[in-house]
């Protein structure tokens, strides 16, 4: 009879430690799984991504408000149609890893095709193309990848320019290196001087430009990737596959909805001995040049003939240590920069355009003389003398424009190869601009006197500049010193000497009961230089001299102790001292003032109707109470969110093994082990 009792307690421990193990584990599951992502799963966002790519609109970025659950689920399933999947709107495992791809760095959908559209081809076309049938290219040297060697970088690409010679008319000669050509090609890292920053290994693996003047054609690959050729297994990146694609580029395609074809923008290995093009290739890029016209005439000269490429002249060595030398560096950042290396920014203009327009323009010399740069006397001023032309942000990058120059910050710091010349980034744009902000759908607007230049990307639109008048109604029509498109209200701000007026894209037209004067921003000054937006929106920043003013948006009030070395802040200039502060604004004693963040991306904050001039100063109205929380409050809040939880963890800890201990100690009560016995005798 002993043994019964004994034998049940034992048990009844054991379900008792089995149950707790349950719980325990149940709830230690979601730490489990979180700390189980992959890198890169936490470092994809979706939302980016499909925006970055032409998916969601690019206008989303100013506005902070959540996106609805149709819209993300249209671009979703528009994405998952071009990467060959089930269009099915779920961000499922299939859809991120395909985000995660490494692919071409150009968008595939542009604003003007919208989100979502469905095309009747699957292969699409630009409203650009070549006008002639002879074009030339010239390959650089400075950064051929070590692991391939100059020949066969160069023989690789050369197969690749034949692979569109032999569906299309086009022939194609190679120029000496950095010689003058209809289509240069490089390798770079990073920043490279246009607006497609390269990412490193994997993610973007190269970038073109479409037909065009200047840089039109242009071709940048990504030095940093794994590249291989003639690969027989699916590693590394072969650099001939992504030549054909980007070349495709060059000629006037883009990305294609067939996920076979070479011109899809994701990279998909292939065999590239037995390399041809998918049949919506083909059909593309004969819809713009027709197919290739076989002719019996013998050349005049006998060329040597290299997979359809003419090649006139051998490429020439450059004179510079050996690209293959992995202890070669970057130029001097403070050398003259070279408007080969800076193209401007890489975005396709449109989908199908009917009839297609063409460049025209002259060919370049095929023998042209030793280039010999122009010797001016206003050289490349410093960043750190300030008082310049005026300071915005485009697609998230702070641009200080100054007499011919203008420089582009990032994070403080004046990247490589600025300050450079306005006409090498933006054809057809002036020197000495007065103004130039981003408007809501994208496109950039310049500013100069009584005149306005419209650009999407670098290219300037048909039939501008035009006058002032023509932007809109009720603005002012011979200057506009400063223009913002700010967030908090989704309307555009232009400031003219010492007024300002609210102007509504919409309707075009400037709102009634303006202008406004400008007193009404706080202290700043008649005429300012530029505004910018925080990278949270809760700021604008505006610009004049050497200063900048801060503007709190949710308080609609200037900041105390401003203004501040715009110099310092910003630009990274050492040794710069702060302008006086304003004695109306002067801080309190032993505050130190807050740094703004740096402007990466304008629109973050909370979407707001409040509206700088758009309320009377009536003593009796009523008045909102913001209560902010300073940084210190934040740090200490941030501190208690996180340390909380482990305490939490802790404790729960602690209780369980003071229960197991308790348990294995204890014996049950005799009285509920002869119940149970009687329990089952009676059953």
Same mark, same amino acid.
């Given at each position: 009879?002993?043994?019964?009792?004994?034998?049940?307690?034992?048990?009844?421990?054991?379900?008792?430690k089995?149950?707790? #193990?349950?719980?325990?584990?149940?709830?230690?599951?979601?730490?489990?799984?979180?700390?189980?992502?992959?890198?890169?799963?936490?470092?994809?966002?979706?939302?980016?991504?499909?925006?970055?790519?032409?998916?969601?609109?690019?206008?989303?970025?100013?506005?902070?408000?959540?996106?609805?659950?149709?819209?993300?689920?249209?671009?979703?399933?528009?994405?998952?149609?071009?990467?060959?999947?089930?269009?099915?709107?779920?961000?499922?495992?299939?859809?991120?890893?395909?985000?995660?791809?490494?692919?071409?760095?150009?968008?595939?959908?542009?604003?003007?095709?919208?989100?979502?559209?469905?095309?009747?081809?699957?292969?699409?076309?630009?409203?650009?193309?070549?006008?002639?049938?002879?074009?030339?290219?010239?390959?650089?040297?400075?950064? #051929?990848?070590?692991?391939?060697?100059?020949?066969?970088?160069?023989?690789?690409?050369?197969?690749?320019?034949?692979?569109?010679?032999?569906?299309?008319?086009?022939?194609?000669?190679?120029?000496?290196?950095?010689?003058?050509?209809?289509?240069?090609?490089?390798?770079?890292?990073?920043?490279?001087?246009?607006?497609?920053?390269?990412?490193?290994e994997?993610?973007?693996?190269?970038h073109?430009?479409?037909?065009?003047?200047?840089?039109?054609? *242009?071709?940048?690959?990504?030095?940093?990737?794994?590249?291989?050729?003639?690969?027989?297994?699916?590693?590394?990146?072969?650099?001939?596959?992504?030549a054909?694609?980007?070349?495709?580029?060059?000629?006037g395609?883009?990305?294609?909805?067939?996920p076979?074809?070479?011109?899809?923008?994701?990279?998909?290995?292939?065999?590239?001995?037995?390399?041809?093009?998918?049949?919506?290739?083909?059909?593309?890029?004969?819809?713009?040049?027709?197919? +290739?016209?076989?002719?019996?005439?013998?050349?005049?000269?006998?060329?040597?003939?290299?997979?359809? #490429?003419?090649?006139?002249?051998?490429?020439?060595?450059?004179?510079?240590?050996?690209?293959?030398?992995?202890?070669?560096?970057?130029?001097?950042?403070?050398?003259?920069?070279?408007?080969?290396?800076?193209?401007?920014?890489?975005?396709?203009?449109s989908?199908?355009?009917?009839?297609?327009?063409?460049?025209?323009g002259?060919?370049?010399?095929?023998?042209?003389?030793?280039?010999?740069?122009?010797?001016?006397?206003?050289?490349?001023?410093?960043?750190?003398?300030?008082?310049?032309d005026?300071?915005?942000?485009?697609?998230?990058?702070?641009?200080?424009?100054?007499?011919?120059?203008?420089w582009?910050?990032?994070?403080?710091?004046?990247?490589?190869?600025?300050?450079?010349?306005?006409?090498?980034?933006?054809?057809?744009?002036?020197?000495?601009?007065?103004?130039?902000?981003?408007?809501?759908?994208?496109?950039?607007?310049?500013?100069?006197?009584?005149?306005?230049?419209?650009?999407?990307?670098a290219?300037?639109?048909?039939?501008?500049?035009?006058?002032?008048?023509?932007?809109?109604?009720?603005?002012?029509?011979?200057?506009? *010193?400063?223009?913002?498109?700010?967030?908090?209200?989704?309307?555009?701000?232009?400031?003219?000497?010492?007024?300002?007026?609210?102007?509504?894209?919409?309707?075009r037209?400037?709102?009634?009961?303006?202008?406004?004067?400008?007193?009404?921003?706080?202290?700043?000054?008649?005429?300012?230089?530029?505004?910018f937006?925080?990278d949270?929106?809760?700021?604008?920043?505006?610009?004049?001299?050497?200063?900048?003013?801060?503007f709190?948006?949710?308080?609609?009030?200037?900041?105390?102790?401003?203004?501040?070395?715009?110099?310092?802040?910003?630009?990274?200039?050492?040794?710069?001292?702060?302008?006086?502060?304003?004695?109306?604004?002067?801080?309190?004693?032993?505050?130190?003032?807050?740094?703004p963040?740096?402007?990466?991306? +304008?629109?973050?904050?909370?979407?707001r109707?409040?509206?700088?001039?758009?309320?009377? *100063?009536?003593?009796?109205?009523?008045?909102?109470?913001?209560?902010?929380?300073? *940084?210190?409050?934040?740090?200490?809040m941030?501190?208690?969110?996180?340390?909380? +939880?482990?305490?939490?963890?802790?404790? #729960?800890?602690?209780?369980?093994?003071?229960?197991?201990?308790?348990?294995?100690?204890?014996?049950? +009560?005799?009285?509920?082990?002869?119940?149970?016995?009687?329990l089952?005798?009676?059953?």
């Open positions: 009879m002993d043994k019964v009792p004994s034998s049940s307690s034992h048990q009844l421990r054991q379900e008792r089995m149950s707790i #193990i349950i719980i325990m584990s149940v709830c230690l599951v979601p730490l489990v799984s979180c700390s189980a992502e992959t890198p890169d799963e936490e470092n994809l966002n979706p939302e980016e991504w499909l925006r970055r790519f032409g998916y969601l609109s690019r206008s989303g970025l100013q506005m902070s408000g959540p996106l609805s659950a149709q819209i993300l689920t249209r671009a979703v399933s528009d994405m998952q149609r071009v990467y060959g999947l089930a269009p099915t709107g779920r961000l499922d495992a299939a859809t991120l890893a395909a985000m995660q791809r490494p692919r071409c760095a150009l968008p595939d959908r542009t604003p003007e095709a919208g989100v979502g559209g469905v095309r009747t081809r699957r292969f699409a076309l630009t409203a650009q193309r070549w006008d002639k049938e002879r074009l030339s290219f010239s390959i650089l040297y400075r950064r #051929i990848p070590p692991s391939l060697g100059l020949n066969r970088t160069s023989d690789a690409i050369r197969r690749a320019f034949g692979v569109w010679s032999r569906v299309t008319p086009l022939s194609f000669q190679e120029r000496p290196a950095g010689g003058a050509a209809d289509i240069l090609l490089l390798f770079a890292s990073g920043f490279h001087g246009d607006m497609s920053p390269f990412d490193g994997g993610g973007s693996l190269a073109a430009f479409y037909p065009g003047p200047g840089m039109g054609g *242009d071709t940048h690959f990504d030095a940093d990737e794994p590249w291989t050729l003639d690969a027989q297994n699916q590693e590394g990146i072969d650099l001939f596959l992504v054909v694609h980007e070349l495709g580029h060059a000629l395609l883009e990305h294609s909805e067939n076979a074809a070479i011109m899809a923008p994701f990279y998909q290995w292939s065999d590239a001995q037995n390399f041809s093009l998918h049949g919506d290739d083909i059909a593309g890029v004969q819809r713009m040049y027709g197919p +290739p016209v076989a002719s019996d005439a013998p050349p005049s000269s006998p060329p040597t003939h290299r997979d359809d #490429i003419i090649i006139t002249t051998p490429p020439s060595t450059p004179s510079s240590p050996d690209p293959n030398d992995p202890t070669q560096t970057d130029p001097d950042p403070q050398a003259q920069p070279d408007p080969s290396l800076s193209p401007p920014l890489a975005t396709p203009t989908h199908l355009v009917s009839p297609l327009t063409t460049w025209t002259p060919d370049p010399d095929p023998d042209p003389d030793p280039v010999t740069p122009a010797v001016r006397t206003d050289g490349p001023p410093s960043i750190c003398d300030g008082d310049f005026t300071v915005t942000l485009l697609r998230g990058e702070m641009f200080v424009f100054k007499g011919r120059w203008f582009r910050v990032r994070r403080n710091r004046v990247l490589e190869n600025y300050p450079m010349p306005i006409s090498v980034f933006w054809n057809g744009l002036p020197d000495d601009i007065n103004a130039a902000y981003e408007r809501h759908d994208g496109k950039f607007v310049f500013f100069k006197g009584d005149r306005f230049w419209l650009f999407r990307e290219d300037v639109l048909p039939g501008y500049p035009q006058p002032l008048h023509q932007y809109g109604r009720g603005i002012p029509v011979h200057r506009i *010193d400063t223009a913002i498109w700010w967030e908090p209200n989704e309307f555009t701000y232009f400031f003219s000497g010492d007024r300002y007026w609210r102007y509504n894209e919409e309707t037209s400037a709102d009634r009961d303006f202008p406004k004067p400008i007193s009404r921003w706080g202290k700043i000054p008649a005429s300012p230089r530029g505004a937006l925080s949270d929106g809760a700021s604008t920043y505006i610009y004049k001299g050497s200063s900048y003013w801060r709190d948006n949710r308080r609609t009030e200037a900041d105390r102790g401003y203004p501040r070395s715009i110099l310092k802040d910003f630009m990274g200039c050492v040794g710069v001292p702060d302008p006086d502060p304003d004695p109306e604004t002067e801080r309190n004693p032993g505050t130190e003032p807050v740094r963040p740096q402007p990466t991306e +304008p629109g973050r904050g909370p979407d109707e409040l509206r700088p001039g758009s309320t009377e *100063d009536d003593p009796d109205q009523e008045v909102n109470v913001v209560v902010t929380v300073t *940084d210190s409050e934040s740090k200490v941030t501190l208690v969110m996180v340390t909380a +939880p482990l305490l939490l963890i802790l404790c #729960i800890l602690v209780l369980v093994y003071s229960i197991l201990r308790t348990l294995q100690n204890k014996e049950p +009560p005799r009285a509920l082990v002869h119940c149970k016995r009687s089952q005798d009676w059953v």
